[in-house]
Nanobody
Framework: VQLQASGGGLVQAGDSLALSCIFSGRSFDNYTLGWFRQTPGKEREFQAHINWNGAVTSYTGSIKGRFTISRDNAKDTMYLQMSNLKPEDSAVYYC???????????????????WGQGTQVTVSS
């Protein structure tokens, strides 16, 4: 399995940005997916998850209401739509995939089977 994250960049506070994560190598709809972020000197932190068909999602409190996770199983792609961005959202964002039960728990614990490379998001004030 390979995960390719993209879409990061430099934006201003209040702007929106959309990240994508393209999945390859296995059947995409067998996997629960997640987004994480990491800032220098800190551990990678769970941000959001989505189940295999998009019917179940969850978010951490800091992004809830501003970020939306989604997936398109026809395109083998997951998305993170970020709005009303704040400087504290600046981080390297990573996507992850898990197909072993309990997949949602493994994602939320930061122990997914597969990681993508990161994409940098920088929000200026």
């Amino acid at each position: 399995v390979q995960l390719q994250a993209s879409g990061g960049g430099l934006v201003q506070a209040g702007d929106s940005l959309a990240l994508s994560c393209i999945f390859s190598g296995r059947s995409f709809d067998n996997y629960t997916l997640g987004w994480f972020r990491q800032t220098p000197g800190k551990e990678r932190e769970f941000q959001a998850h989505i189940n295999w068909n998009g019917a179940v999602t969850s978010y951490t409190g800091s992004i809830k209401g501003r970020f939306t996770i989604s997936r398109d199983n026809a395109k083998d792609t997951m998305y993170l739509q970020m709005s009303n961005l704040k400087p504290e959202d600046s981080a390297v964002y990573y996507c992850a995939a898990e197909n072993r039960d309990p997949a949602e728990l493994r994602i939320k614990k930061g122990e997914p089977r597969y990681w993508g490379q990161g994409t940098q998001v920088t929000v200026s004030s």
